[in-house]
């Protein structure tokens, strides 16, 4: 739906989520804000090219409303396009680089994409989606345009003369550079959306989350609050800004003035610390595969690391000997355990003194946010109680993309009249001082021997096993269990265990029931395309 251009607003209205980076910009135009492959950017640079770009984007048809599809790598170019699309009063979404044509074609479709942001280095991809994207309207493509990897491409009425009229990103940029220093009227409330963030689709096609605004204001202000980030602090980011994780480090880091590493990903990690070493890196987002290849290396001690202020961790508990090594690693640091989802960014952050009390904790609710667990009937249940939690606040997303039944599934009425909470889907539960600990998602439950068994937790024991690097529980059929626990195990280079000597430490470390009746060991694990264990397809293995 395209929304009839209303008055320009003034800038006293509610702040949008570009204002962040725009009051930045002002108060520090001369400052470093990015440092991405040898460039180094400054705020007022930044928001130059952000505002010709947008001014690019409203002079091709882009509207309040309208969506824009990024999809790049973690370049200059990514960032400058993230804001651009918000400051033409558009949509945003990004989209992973090494997504398939199929599945561009199925964003691009179901958002209805008027302007597709891309690389030319891409065009393998983007070129094949073009034939089933009736709503593209202009293909802006940045990196060395080549008309000749274009030809023949069978695309739309007018898409690829628009695409071959002068696609390139920095040409659009220049041009309107010449014309305006401001951006485009502002046309937006808090309310509107601002992003469209797809889910991974494990279960089906990927559903697009709706966040406005506001959502993603209050969560960048909340997330950055309790990580007591400032403008003097250089954060790291090496994950996907398709990730909203990613992404958040971006939005962050410029709200409070500091200065964004940006590295396309850490599959050089001794390249990559070379560069925090350099650049006196303080804040260091991570992942769970990314800290177990940080355990594996040896050279660590090669680098300066010492500036690292904060390191966060999202989606579940840190196993205790990637604490451990972390607090080796980084003795000054902050050490957060965080839990979230798309849907509504992040639920809770573990603050770093609970660390040593609660070590399998995942915190507390975040800022200007509540929570609760219920059971299968929608009540509210006591301490240590497993149930489904629930997320009350101004993150909580404004539903699934056009999939009305999907979010309803989700949110539903909540305590206020009028009001819609988050039904995560997520079993936890709470201990008596009301620390959340994430027990494992409800589809992902194996019911072995007439008793649940939440894999997070048994992959938990095995994470904690020396020489173990990854592992990864899924349920199999069984005649006489109905299900039985199967694991698939990485072990660090070096180690030899067997599958005798790992069920012994799991018999030490977890309940009969939840011991594993197979363990299988592999070279690596599957990954999705933001390094999370993928399990898809491992109980047919």
């Not at 033409?88 to 942001?117: E, G, Q």
């Not at 990580?227 to 994950?239: A, I, P």
């Not at 299968?376 to 909580?396: D, W």
């Not at 199967?486 to 018999?507: H, N, P, R, S």
């Amino acid at each position: 739906m395209t929304f009839a251009p209303p008055p320009a607003l003034h800038r006293s209205a509610t702040p949008l989520l570009h204002d962040f980076f725009e009051a930045t910009a002002a108060r520090l135009p001369e400052k470093v804000a990015l440092v991405c492959k040898g460039a180094r950017l400054t705020y007022g640079e930044l928001d130059r090219q952000a505002n010709a770009l947008a001014h690019a984007l409203v002079a091709s048809g882009v509207e309040r409303g309208d969506r824009v599809v990024i999809f790049a790598d973690n370049t200059v170019e990514t960032v400058v396009s993230f804001w651009g699309v918000l400051k033409a009063n558009a949509i945003v979404s990004i989209v992973n680089p090494l997504t398939k044509h199929d599945k561009l074609t199925y964003y691009l479709n179901d958002c209805r994409a008027k302007v597709l942001l891309t690389d030319m280095h891409l065009a393998s991809v983007f070129t094949q989606s073009a034939p089933s994207t009736p709503h593209l309207v202009r293909t802006i493509v940045s990196g060395a345009f080549d008309a000749a990897r274009l030809e023949g491409v069978k695309a739309p009425e007018g898409w690829a003369s628009a695409l071959a009229r002068g696609a390139a990103l920095a040409e659009q940029r220049a041009h309107f550079a010449h014309v305006t220093h401001g951006p485009p009227a502002r046309r937006c409330l808090d309310n509107d959306l601002a992003a469209i963030i797809y889910t991974s689709g494990s279960t089906g096609d990927p559903k697009g989350v709706m966040l406005t605004h506001r959502n993603m204001l209050t969560a960048g202000t909340s997330i950055s609050t309790y990580l007591e980030m400032t403008e003097h602090d250089v954060v790291l980011g090496v994950l996907p800004l398709a990730f909203d994780y990613g992404l958040y480090q971006l939005i962050m880091t410029f709200r409070v003035g500091g200065r964004l590493v940006l590295e396309r990903s850490f599959a050089f990690p001794a390249q990559v610390l070379k560069v925090m070493a350099e650049e006196k890196v303080t804040g260091f987002p991570g992942v769970p595969t990314i800290f177990a290849v940080l355990a594996e290396m040896k050279q660590l001690k090669d680098f300066d690391l010492s500036s690292i202020a904060f390191v966060t961790n999202t989606a579940a508990a840190l196993p205790v000997k990637h604490i451990t090594m972390l607090r080796d690693l980084f003795p000054k640091a902050r050490i957060y355990s965080m839990y979230g989802l798309t849907e509504c960014k992040r639920c809770t952050y573990l603050p770093p003194a609970d660390i040593d009390r609660k070590p399998t904790s995942v915190g507390v609710a975040i800022p200007d946010t509540e929570l609760w667990i219920v059971d299968e009937q929608g009540n509210k249940v006591g301490p240590n109680v497993v149930g489904t939690l629930v997320i009350r606040g101004a993150t909580v997303m404004k539903g699934y993309w056009e999939k009305p039944e999907a979010t309803a599934e989700k949110l539903k009425p909540g305590p206020v009249p009028g009001e819609l909470v988050l039904h995560t889907g997520d079993l936890c539960r709470l201990d008596d001082e009301g620390y959340l600990y994430f027990v494992g998602r409800s589809d992902d439950i194996i019911k072995s021997r007439g008793e649940k068994v939440a894999p997070k937790e048994v992959e938990g024991a095995l994470m904690n096993i020396p020489g173990v690097k990854e592992a990864a529980v899924v349920g199999v059929p069984d005649e006489l269990l109905g299900q039985a626990v199967k694991a698939f195990v990485v072990l660090e280079q070096g180690v030899t265990l067997t599958e005798k000597e790992l069920m012994k430490e799991c018999q030490k470390r977890l309940e009969n029931f939840m011991v594993p009746k197979h363990i299988a060991f592999l070279d690596e694990l599957p990954k999705t395309t933001t390094g999370k264990i993928k399990k898809t397809g491992l109980a047919e293995r």
